[in-house]
């Protein structure tokens, strides 16, 4: 009796000790999850002699060159102002070449005008070799390049050829749509010269295993797609016939080893892309590889040798479909996911030879580790990591989820539960993605679920109808839906988890931004009762509005995508608009918003704050001037994460 007692006194000791630990846990600090990712896009030289890899230096990214022999840094790539290094070739042994792009905080991404410099590892014979400034070295008699007045990027680095890459430029003319030009640049000097021009307007280019120009692919209503070919030598682009079907999506990948089949991503009816196999002599088109609900998330094609080794999918946890399963890159693959448990592994970069690889590794507790892989000696080392001031042990799991909606559709989402807790009766914040339509939720690391887990709140993110990613007709289905079909699909995700006990129906906030914000609210119109507080930042909110306001009704084209996706019933879009419908609101209202928000202008953000000013609705607002369609500014994020975190302890039981 004695035993038993001391057993049960020793375990209430211990549960306490337990429960005390883990409430008295430091919190992890808020700057941990709004500092920039510090490295990111590790490749090696097709030789093996030199390492890249893009650094976060004082917020702006910066090319860092290493040899791979005793990784000394041998240079440094970095613009000074504004500027930044965006994307980056390889196009021989020795040689990278790097575009440019401009930092502007009004900009919800950098802005790429099309110039490309290239540079050897060592720092040496640095040029300007494409861009519309042209030539801009003095002192020397050599002809200076002239300006190319366009955007243009590497389509094809020919890394066996020297001297050689191939660029595709978008020329920038009185039309929105131009026929697009490929150019053979030598990467030392900048010189170039036309290789075709393309049979129609904003055609995408596809080059065979000897850097000839043969395929290419556009569209004159972002859906039906016009192929055309060119022989090997040369000649004039035919049109390709397809037959009957109906292909739509369509993206060129490869050409396979024969040299007479292409690769291409594809829809036929609207349903999720498939991988296919086009046979440019006979014109048959063989189905390779489809997922049901889903359509690739990559096709991965080696960099050196173009081959096409394997698709990657994600309706749940990302998985593999390797083409070749005995193929060289598929085995190696397969072997480095075996070693790394638990990770998604890609295989980002290779030698020539394909005996060294740089690896990616993530999860959703991990941010992000790059490896180097040596096949001769069979050693993994790792390399960098993309925010290594973070403890994978601290974060907290994501697990995939399915439901059924009202009206019977099944919807795939995340949920990530706090680390330490059981996924019962916890407190909620719903976060849907911005878009609606193109962006999906992905299994992963994300700086802003962690950080709202780190604080014991649940998170749940859904890929409602109209998300991209699982098919056309999946996207149209969200189409004239904004306020209605796609919030019911957001609300009936929490009533899932509501339903079977994961999450408190008591406890439940909702935050997004851009159309995130405008679901935050409008959901929490349809379902005012659900909703303890509602977050809405760089925000939508005044449907009728967006014809008038922001950079998508500036463009013939923007006027058009709102007429599909909104309609034309001015009645209609008011009833969806939040800024209308204040009197069904009930929760809590934060509303952060930036004064230089092409896409989200102001006079959204200010239709919203007098609505709920005349409603006598209580509310927060927080505008940060000199920011754009989303956070930038490291300082900027950690205050409003900081923010967030505040307005959410307040109505949330934590």
């Known amino acids: 009796m004695m035993n038993f007692l001391l057993r049960c006194n020793l375990l209430v000791l211990l549960l306490f000790v337990s429960f005390f630990s883990f409430s008295k846990q430091p919190q992890i600090p808020v700057e941990y999850f709004s500092k920039n990712k510090e490295f990111n896009h590790a490749t090696i030289s097709p030789g093996g002699e030199y390492l890249a890899v893009i650094n976060k230096v004082a917020g702006k990214n910066a090319l860092v060159i290493f040899d791979t022999e005793n990784f000394k840094m041998l240079h440094a790539v970095a613009f000074e102002g504004n500027a930044q290094v965006g994307d980056y070739h390889w196009v021989n042994n020795e040689r990278v070449v790097v575009t440019k792009e401009y930092l502007k905080g009004w900009q919800d991404h950098p802005e790429y005008h099309g110039e490309i410099f290239g540079v050897n590892a060592n720092g040496a014979r640095g040029k300007y070799l494409i861009g519309y400034h042209g030539e801009m070295q003095t002192g020397t008699r050599l002809k200076r390049q002239t300006p190319l007045y366009g955007t243009s990027f590497v389509l094809d680095p ?47 280019f596809l080059t065979d ?17 016009k192929i055309h070919t060119k022989a090997k030598d040369g000649g004039d682009w035919e049109k390709l016939n397809l037959g009957e079907v109906s292909y739509g999506d369509i993206r060129l990948k490869a050409f396979d080893k024969s040299g007479d089949n292409i690769y291409m991503t594809a829809s036929v009816g609207g349903e999720a892309e498939g991988l296919y196999k086009l046979n440019l002599n006979t014109k048959e088109i063989e189905l390779v590889h489809q997922e049901q609900y889903v359509s690739p998330k990559r096709v991965w094609v080696d960099e050196v040798s173009k081959e096409l080794f394997a698709i990657e999918s994600e309706l749940g946890y990302p998985n593999y479909a390797f083409i070749d399963k005995d193929s060289h890159k598929s085995v190696r693959l397969k072997s480095l996911i075996e070693a790394l448990q638990g990770d998604q592994v890609q295989l980002v970069s290779s030698t020539s030879n394909g005996d060294i690889n740089v690896i990616y590794a993530s999860s959703d507790t991990n941010p992000g580790k790059y490896y180097l892989y040596d096949g001769v000696q069979n050693k993994l080392r790792i390399l960098f990591s993309a925010r290594g001031w973070l403890n994978e ?38 976060m849907p993605h911005g878009g609606p339509h193109g962006p999906r939720d992905y299994w992963g690391y994300d700086s802003e679920v962690q950080l709202l887990a780190s604080r014991g709140m649940a998170v749940l993110r859904v890929n409602f109808r109209g998300s991209g990613g699982f098919g056309r007709n999946f996207e149209e289905s969200g189409y004239q839906k904004w306020g209605s079909d796609i919030q019911f699909d957001i ?44 977050i809405g930042t760089v925000g939508i909110y005044d449907l009728p509005l967006m014809f008038e306001e922001g950079d998508i009704s500036g463009r013939s084209t923007g006027q058009n995508y709102l007429e599909n996706v909104l309609g034309t019933d001015e009645t209609l879009m008011k009833a969806f608009s939040p800024s209308y419908n204040i009197d069904k609101l009930k929760a809590a209202v934060f509303i952060v918003h930036a004064g230089e928000d092409a896409r989200a202008p102001i006079e959204q953000a200010e239709s919203l704050i007098a609505a709920l000013k005349k409603a006598n609705h209580p509310y927060k607002y927080v505008l940060l001037e ?25 109505h949330l039981e934590l």
């Open 209 to 225: 295993h000897d850097g000839n120009v043969r395929v290419s692919v556009s569209t004159d209503n972002y859906i039906d797609a």
């Open 158 to 204: 020919l890394v066996t050829n020297k001297r050689k890459m191939l660029v595709v430029t978008y020329p920038w003319t009185s039309s929105n749509e131009p026929h697009t030009i490929v150019y053979e640049v030598d990467v030392y000097t900048g010189k170039r010269k036309q290789v075709t021009l393309s049979p129609s307007r904003m055609a995408e």
């Open 393 to 430: 042990n601290e974060l907290s799991k994501t697990k995939p989820i399915q439901y059924k909606t009202r009206d019977g559709l099944t919807i795939y989402g995340y949920l990530t539960v706090p680390n330490g807790l059981e996924d019962k009766n916890l407190p909620l914040v719903v």
């Open 491 to 534: 609300i009936d995700g929490v009533k899932f988890l509501i339903s079977n006990g994961t999450v408190n129906k008591n406890n439940i906030c909702i935050m997004g931004a851009s159309f995130g914000a405008y679901s935050a609210l409008q959901s929490a119109i349809l379902e005012p009762d659900m909703f303890k507080c509602a």
């Open 626 to 650: 000199d920011e754009g369609h989303g956070f930038y500014k490291e300082e900027h994020r950690t205050a409003y994460y900081k923010q967030v975190i505040n307005f959410l302890d307040k």
